[in-house]
């Protein structure tokens, strides 16, 4: 596993959110996406060698609606970065984690997702991501 590779933030209202953080940032987002299969919009802002992502719910369903609903507004997944996602998952599943996708999905910011349960990482949504070449 390499570097956090961003930090998920889930917030109500993303343009709001896109205004408040190009004030502390200094700068716009770099990208806005929207991920239909995911029910999420997202803005990703660099920040030196850091990244993070903004999410707003596009769809009730979606998980980031979810947990808003439960938790409100704040740091919702740390995102890891690895050289081969396929591999990451076997050794993960070996040492017992439990995985909320065993097959990569395609995420935002051209990259191969699966996220671990928060119940086997003591509460903390954990993504690997995997850049697509
Ligand atoms: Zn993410």
Redesign the pocket.
């Known amino acids: 596993m390499k570097k956090i590779e961003?930090i998920?933030i889930a917030v109500n209202d993303i343009k709001a959110s896109n205004a408040l953080f190009e004030k502390l940032l200094g700068h716009p987002p770099y990208k806005q996406e929207e991920v239909v299969s995911e029910g999420v919009k997202t803005s990703f802002f660099m920040n030196g060698p850091n990244k993070i992502?903004l999410l707003e719910a596009t769809d009730t369903n979606s998980p980031i609606a979810k947990f808003l609903e439960k938790k409100g507004e704040g740091i919702h997944?740390i995102?890891f970065d690895v050289a081969d996602i396929a591999q990451e998952i076997v050794r993960l599943q070996s040492e017992g984690f439990v995985l909320l996708n065993d097959i990569p999905k395609k995420?935002?910011d051209n990259k191969l997702?699966v996220f671990l349960h928060p119940k086997s990482t003591n509460g903390v949504l954990i993504?690997l991501?995997q850049e697509i070449k």
């Open positions: 961003h998920g992502e997944h995102a995420g935002a997702v993504e991501c």
